[in-house]
């Protein structure tokens, strides 16, 4: 695999690179994206590919889930970089169908730290089966996966709000927070809030 990868960055360079080299030139010298972009680390999802944003575009953050954890060293130096030095101007929280991360809070694991990490969505879940009915049919869980990653989108939304960076720069008008949804199916992106 590792062969595959450097023969396509090798490929990369004697295309795309090659031919917009003053733009990559330009990018060396520094970046100045206008979007803070927190996905899924799934690898089904690249998200410059479904959103043919361009190198310098996007300051992403992955993680599984798409998770904005609460009180956490990683994520919050991402959005203190993001909004005080890179200035960006749009925040987006997507998620995306066939979630892995949002299946697993149905299934006990003997993993260490994925439940842990999992329980910043936990909420999510909650949320969705206070409202509906338990599932009968094969397609009534998926579309109760479906609306799980949906409110999983809204409740991290809602953990942005606890760090007082974010709440000071939306206060200020300074950014926009979007929540984003993805269809594997479909190749979809939708705007849910």
Not at 43 to 61: D, W, Y
Not at 119 to 140: C, H
Not at 145 to 155: A, D, G, T
Not at 158 to 163: S, V
Request: hydrophobic share 35%; glycine share 6%; with cysteine.
């Amino acid at each position: 695999m590792i062969d595959k990868l450097l023969l396509g960055n090798y490929q990369f360079r004697q295309t795309d690179f090659t031919q917009n080299i003053s733009y990559y030139q330009e990018l060396a010298g520094g970046q100045h994206p206008e979007v803070l972009w927190i996905g899924c680390s799934d690898s089904r999802l690249q998200t410059g590919h479904i959103t043919q944003a361009k190198a310098g575009e996007l300051f992403i953050q992955r993680n599984i889930g798409n998770i904005v954890p609460i009180h956490d060293w990683n994520f919050a130096t991402v959005l203190e970089y993001a909004l005080k030095h890179l200035k960006v101007k749009d925040v987006v929280v997507c998620g995306h169908s066939k979630c892995g991360a949002i299946r697993a809070l149905d299934h006990e694991t003997t993993d260490s730290y994925i439940p842990l990490w999992l329980n910043n969505a936990r909420e999510a879940k909650e949320r969705v089966d206070k409202k509906i009915q338990p599932p009968k049919t094969p397609l009534e869980a998926e579309e109760r996966y479906s609306l799980i990653e949906q409110e999983n989108v809204r409740l991290q939304i809602e953990h942005l709000y606890t760090y007082p960076i974010f709440k000071q720069a939306i206060e200020s008008k300074k950014i926009s927070v979007h929540g984003l949804y993805y269809s594997l199916e479909t190749g979809e992106l939708k705007k849910i809030v």
